[in-house]
């Protein structure tokens, strides 16, 4: 059936719906081999910046991939628009099951019966977010990290997803130039997310202690374990309120996590220090500041 995805690809769009830091970057994933993908936000000035990004990016990462060919990528006006006969529907709202639960409820009525229903969400199974789909068998979880830089992606069933489509998919993201790992069970956090929400946690206890500094944290987590991006510069990356839904929402599933994480992200959000997209998180983005 893996063919039959990839047949699908070359001849139906595909929609992501979000156009964020995430969002934008499926799109751009999604159009390396020459497939047509519609990015819809509800805030037209989001979808604007998403849609100019996937389109400057799109050619660089295309040299990256044996075979590449530039797809197209467009925004839609409306949400019915976006998914009209889409093969895939990737979701990549923020992490709030209240949008999650309504828009999958919208999406199995509207779109395309055979259309493959996915989630990016970093923390939520997709069951969480499934009360309102009728046909559950062709909806399941796929976590992007943060491609292009980072092509890892993670897929997990709903529960009832139909048995071989996440190794179909898997297939097809591969030839995107994209990681597959698929989860064996259900798990709050997937794989690597668990992981990296643990050392998160910590660095944030440590800063919150006042035992280092964010910058601290990051120069020894850097060379002691070789990567170019500490865990502060990546929260901000990712935007300290997506962080901060994320921590939430383990503190909510496992009661005994420490909360001082948690009461420094919301002071930071307090301050409007989100991180990369306004300028200021745990580092400086301004003109004036010395951040990269």
Same mark, same amino acid.
């Given at each position: 059936?893996?063919?039959?995805? /990839?047949?699908?690809?070359?001849?139906?769009? @595909?929609?992501?719906?979000?156009?964020?830091?995430?969002?934008?970057?499926?799109?751009?994933?999604?159009?390396?081999? =020459?497939?047509? *993908?519609?990015?819809? !936000?509800?805030?037209?000035?989001?979808?604007?910046? =998403?849609?100019?990004?996937?389109?400057?990016?799109?050619?660089?990462? *295309?040299?990256?991939?044996?075979?590449?060919?530039?797809?197209?990528?467009?925004?839609?006006?409306?949400?019915?628009?976006?998914?009209?006969?889409?093969?895939? /529907?990737?979701? @990549?709202?923020?992490?709030?099951?209240?949008?999650?639960? %309504?828009?999958?409820?919208?999406?199995?009525? &509207?779109? @395309?019966? !055979?259309?493959?229903?996915?989630?990016?969400?970093?923390?939520?199974?997709?069951?969480?977010?499934?009360?309102?789909?009728?046909? &559950?068998?062709?909806?399941?979880?796929?976590?992007?990290?943060?491609?292009?830089?980072?092509?890892? +992606?993670?897929?997990?069933?709903?529960?009832?997803?139909? %048995?071989?489509?996440?190794?179909?998919?898997?297939?097809?993201?591969?030839?995107?130039?994209?990681? %597959?790992?698929?989860?064996?069970?259900?798990?709050?956090?997937?794989?690597?997310?668990?992981?990296?929400?643990?050392?998160?946690?910590?660095?944030?206890? +440590? @800063?919150?202690? =006042?035992?280092?500094?964010?910058?601290?944290?990051?120069? /020894?987590?850097?060379?002691?374990?070789?990567?170019?991006?500490?865990?502060?510069?990546?929260? !901000?990356? *990712?935007?300290? !309120?997506? +962080?901060?839904?994320?921590?939430?929402?383990?503190?909510?599933?496992? %009661?005994?996590?420490?909360?001082?994480?948690? *009461?420094?992200? &919301?002071?930071?959000?307090?301050?409007?220090?989100?991180?990369? &997209?306004?300028?200021? =998180?745990?580092?400086?983005?301004?003109?004036?500041?010395?951040?990269?």
């Amino acid at each position: 059936m893996t063919n039959t995805i /990839i047949e699908r690809a070359r001849t139906r769009p @595909a929609a992501v719906i979000g156009a964020g830091t995430l969002g934008r970057r499926i799109a751009l994933m999604l159009a390396a081999r =020459g497939g047509q *993908v519609r990015l819809f !936000d509800s805030n037209a000035s989001a979808a604007q910046a =998403g849609l100019d990004y996937a389109r400057q990016t799109l050619a660089s990462v *295309v040299a990256t991939l044996e075979g590449g060919v530039a797809g197209q990528i467009d925004s839609a006006p409306t949400l019915e628009a976006t998914i009209d006969g889409a093969w895939l /529907i990737i979701e @990549a709202l923020p992490e709030r099951l209240d949008l999650k639960i %309504p828009l999958f409820g919208t999406l199995s009525q &509207k779109a @395309a019966p !055979d259309a493959i229903l996915a989630t990016n969400s970093s923390s939520y199974p997709s069951s969480k977010m499934a009360a309102e789909v009728a046909d &559950k068998s062709r909806m399941l979880n796929t976590h992007f990290m943060m491609p292009p830089e980072q092509r890892a +992606v993670e897929l997990m069933s709903c529960g009832a997803t139909r %048995p071989g489509l996440m190794e179909e998919l898997a297939g097809y993201f591969s030839t995107l130039g994209l990681s %597959p790992y698929i989860a064996q069970k259900e798990s709050i956090g997937f794989i690597e997310n668990r992981i990296w929400a643990a050392i998160k946690r910590e660095a944030l206890c +440590v @800063a919150a202690e =006042g035992v280092a500094t964010p910058e601290v944290i990051d120069r /020894i987590y850097c060379e002691t374990q070789g990567t170019p991006m500490g865990p502060f510069r990546a929260m !901000d990356r *990712v935007g300290l !309120d997506i +962080v901060l839904q994320i921590e939430e929402h383990y503190a909510r599933a496992y %009661p005994h996590l420490p909360e001082a994480p948690r *009461v420094l992200l &919301k002071k930071m959000i307090a301050e409007n220090r989100l991180g990369l &997209k306004t300028g200021r =998180g745990f580092y400086d983005y301004s003109e004036k500041g010395t951040a990269s």
